[in-house]
């Protein structure tokens, strides 16, 4: 199975990796690189699936091979955290200080009530932890 998963292999097979690292700028930014992530992201949650199984834990993704709908939304939110990794910002000035902390939340949503995050009210590598940002009001 880990042959079958990109970020996997390419700890594994030498060749693979060079290739990947060969890849041409445009394919980030092809929908081909999308179908990459989707294919790595469900490959990770159906096996997340068995642990949370083996753990009888009280959420389901489905199963290994047939993700209900939590799953793919748990899929939809691995996408977003690896693009936030790897695209931090259009221009130079926001690449300096933009973190995947950073992004813009409303693509997500909780996996258990729906309800939509809030964006934080400044960067986060300037949030101090004795700020009142997370105090409920």
């Not at 949650?45 to 748990?74: C, Q, W």
């Not at 693009?83 to 200080?97: D, H, L, M, P, Q």
């Not at 939340?105 to 932890?129: H, N």
Request: aromatic fraction near 12%; charge should be negative.
């Amino acid at each position: 199975d880990e042959m079958n998963d990109p970020y996997l292999r390419k700890d594994i097979d030498w060749e693979y990796k060079e290739a990947m690292l060969n890849l041409s700028d445009g394919f980030w930014n092809h929908q081909s690189y999308r179908d990459f992530l989707h294919e790595f992201a469900t490959f990770q949650v159906g096996r997340l699936t068995i642990a949370m199984e083996d753990a009888n834990y009280p959420l389901s993704f489905g199963t290994r091979h047939e993700l209900n709908k939590t799953g793919e939304l748990m899929c939809h939110h691995t996408i977003l955290d690896m693009e936030a990794r790897f695209n931090t910002g259009e221009n130079e000035k926001e690449r300096v200080w933009r973190t995947f902390r950073d992004r813009d939340p409303s693509q997500y949503t909780s996996l258990i009530t729906g309800e939509k995050p809030v964006p934080l009210k400044k960067k986060w590598i300037d949030i101090d932890p004795n700020d009142e940002l997370y105090m409920l009001v």
